[in-house]
């Protein structure tokens, strides 16, 4: 009978035996690739409002891999009030909570630094009202726990992470790596990541909370000027190698196959999302003139701002919106809905009937952010 795998005890950081030879070469290619990515953020007026497609797909593919099944069009027709309660209602929730914890942590860092306590208060976010409400939301685990197969004893564990009694320790000495330099901000990146998965120091929504921190810690060591850069995308691609690799750290110390696999999707997605940055802000740039050319009104950008954020809505919410946030009459905002209806821009995905107001999406907008034609 095999032995029962021990807790796993934590490689102390910053890392000893890192192969510079076999890594440096592909340090160099992320950092120029998201340089480059960093350049088009940096040219955006408003990356928030523009870019938040992008924040909503993130939050889909990263919940994805943990095994939600939503698409981004699906999670904004809830948000709408299309979908009812059913077999998504809990995975839209989740996907909605990694958002609320994204949107949270921007304007946490703006002010202060990674912190476990911050990492705890992103936890909370992402469990309330959830499947994992019960698994201790913001709070570090205080018992032992395994990954395996479903239902598996400890002793048929493929993984057992370090003992809660010593998890403090582990926690500390990490928040202490956050705050050092290590020879280079994106390979410090991938040692922050994997080694917080190791500690698996939640019960729950461990990976969702390390994908979250690594734009975080970018833009923390100043790398990114928006905490804005997404990798679930390749992550959950290549899921199985994303945890094989992880695996291989603590089964073999193999640090340097998952550094050079991190480096690699690092300057892969920063290419893709560079790509898919530069539409959405050519997009934004052409419904900015076809909408002035349909409303001839002066608040063309207003309203453009408005459906980027949120591509589908009921249209008495949005001129409720536009209302509280910029004082444009609801009457007047309801007439340029209208308009920009009636232009081919925005479709009417739910007629309105009675007091029940339309439902309008931006067909162009969410095919782009899905990659896809969903719309």
């Keep these: 009978m095999p032995e029962p795998m021990r807790p796993y005890i934590p490689d102390e950081l910053p890392l000893a035996d890192i192969d510079h ?140 992470p370090p003992n809660p009694l010593q998890l403090p320790d582990h926690l500390q000495a990490w928040e202490k790596y956050l705050d050092s330099n290590d020879i280079d901000f994106l390979l410090q990146a991938a040692i922050v990541h994997a080694q917080f998965e190791l500690l698996h120091p939640f019960k729950d929504g461990n ?29 959950e691609t290549h899921r199985e190698e994303y945890y094989q690799r992880l695996k291989g750290i603590s089964a073999e110390q193999d640090w340097n196959s998952w550094i050079a696999f991190f480096l690699r999707a690092v300057a892969t997605q920063a290419g893709q999302n560079s790509v898919r940055v530069a539409a959405i802000q050519a997009l934004y740039e052409e419904m900015k003139r076809a909408i002035q050319e349909a409303t001839r009104s002066q608040y063309t950008v207003h309203v453009l701002d408005a459906i980027f954020s949120k591509p589908i809505f009921r249209s008495s919410d949005l001129a409720e ?3 509280q946030e910029y004082g444009i009459h609801e009457k007047t905002a309801m007439g340029l809905l209208r308009q920009i209806r009636d232009a081919g821009i925005l479709r009417e995905l739910q007629s309105g009937s009675g007091r029940r107001p339309a439902t309008l999406g931006f067909p162009r907008l969410i095919n782009l952010a899905e990659g896809r034609e969903v719309v």
């Design 321 to 323: 919106k536009l209302n």
């Design 21 to 160: 030879r076999r890594l440096l070469p592909l340090v160099g290619q992320a950092n120029a690739a998201l340089a480059r990515y960093d350049g088009l953020l940096q040219s955006i007026p408003n990356p928030a409002v523009m870019l938040s497609p992008l924040t909503t797909q993130e939050a889909v593919l990263s919940s994805k891999i943990e095994g939600t099944q939503a698409t981004v069009d699906e999670v904004l027709e809830q948000e709408a009030g299309l979908l009812k309660e059913g077999e998504k209602f809990e995975d839209i929730q989740e996907i909605s909570n990694y958002r609320r914890a994204l949107y949270a942590s921007r304007d946490h860092l703006k002010e202060y630094p990674i912190r476990l306590s911050f990492v705890r208060e992103l936890h909370r976010i992402l469990m309330s009202s959830v499947r994992g409400q019960d698994k201790t939301p913001g709070e570090f685990r205080k018992d032992q726990n395994w990954i395996g197969s479903h239902g598996c004893s400890i002793d048929q564990a493929s993984f057992v």
């Design 207 to 235: 990976g969702r909370i390390g994908r979250i921190l690594i734009p975080l810690f970018l833009y923390q060591k100043r790398a990114l000027s928006q905490p804005m850069f997404y990798l679930s995308e390749y992550l």
